[in-house]
């Protein structure tokens, strides 16, 4: 079985949630309204919901909510936010492997999740593992059932973010791991999904109100809030960490984050991709 992931989420569980903030969440209701079933008789499946972030916004609004998570940290944070919310349902498993019924969900949602589905051992196929979590999805799924998946455009993982030109290896590193959009929706396609679309929420970042925060990469908090930090090696850190308090102390980081600005606000940081079971 290949590891799935390259972050440490046993440790970065304990502050993820002063780093993250769920985007995007009219978009996913949108996606889950446009099914048969109204929403509030819909049973929805996060796949790989980490603390609970999304299930935090979206239980007041859809039936019922499964969590599922591969990591226990995360999953201690998330099952302690719900322990008295009788229509959510955590469990920790695999994405490769639904422990759930076929036709069961009405709608699945999957937040910047499936670039962690990478086999680094089979190059010859490596979003193969990918392929494996659509071809689940479309099992537990009813049919006209919606898949949502929130992942990065490469032009968004390079661009998207005003400190991925402070480590560039290690955003080549990871952008390797991000499948591209055309392969998403291919893939999709070939597993038997109807197109549905792309949105891509422009104003909204992953890190929220922290996001500018022009020492922030300097606090190991910070950077665990994004999992590309832990493939910079520590050479390449101490010289990223080096511009930050350089560009602080001589007063070039406010004009350095409005030029990375500027790029963000023309194509944001994340796509939203969804498409319906047949």
Not at 126 to 138: D, P, R
């Amino acid at each position: 079985m290949n590891k799935l992931g390259f972050e440490n989420y046993q440790e970065t569980s304990k502050s993820y949630d002063t780093t993250r903030v769920p985007i995007g969440t009219e978009i996913l209701l949108g996606c889950f309204a446009s099914t048969p079933r109204p929403l509030s008789e819909q049973i929805v499946l996060d796949g790989g919901c980490g603390t609970g972030n999304y299930i935090e916004v979206l239980k007041s609004k859809v039936g019922t909510i499964y969590g599922l998570e591969f990591n226990e940290g995360m999953l201690r944070q998330g099952q302690q936010k719900f322990t008295r919310d009788a229509n959510i349902h955590l469990t920790q498993g695999n994405l490769l492997n639904l422990p759930y019924e076929k036709n069961y969900f009405d709608g699945m949602m999957s937040n910047q999740v499936i670039h962690h589905l990478v086999s680094e051992e089979d190059n010859s196929d490596k979003f193969l593992l990918l392929a494996q979590m659509m071809q689940e999805a479309y099992r537990v799924l009813r049919p006209q059932g919606i898949l949502v998946l929130n992942s990065c455009s490469q032009k968004q993982l390079f661009d998207g973010f005003w400190w991925a030109d402070l480590i560039p290896q290690a955003m080549q590193r990871v952008a390797k791991r991000f499948p591209p959009l055309e392969t998403i929706t291919s893939l999709l396609a070939e597993i038997g999904f109807q197109e549905g679309g792309q949105i891509v929420p422009v104003d909204a970042v992953l890190q929220g109100n922290n996001y500018l925060e022009p020492e922030g990469p300097l606090n190991k908090a910070y950077r665990d809030g994004d999992s590309t930090w832990s493939l910079a090696t520590e050479a390449e850190l101490e010289q990223a960490l080096e511009r930050v308090r350089n560009m602080n102390a001589d007063g070039s980081i406010k004009q350095y984050l409005e030029k990375r600005e500027n790029l963000r606000r023309h194509i944001g940081q994340t796509t939203f991709i969804y498409a319906y079971k047949g």
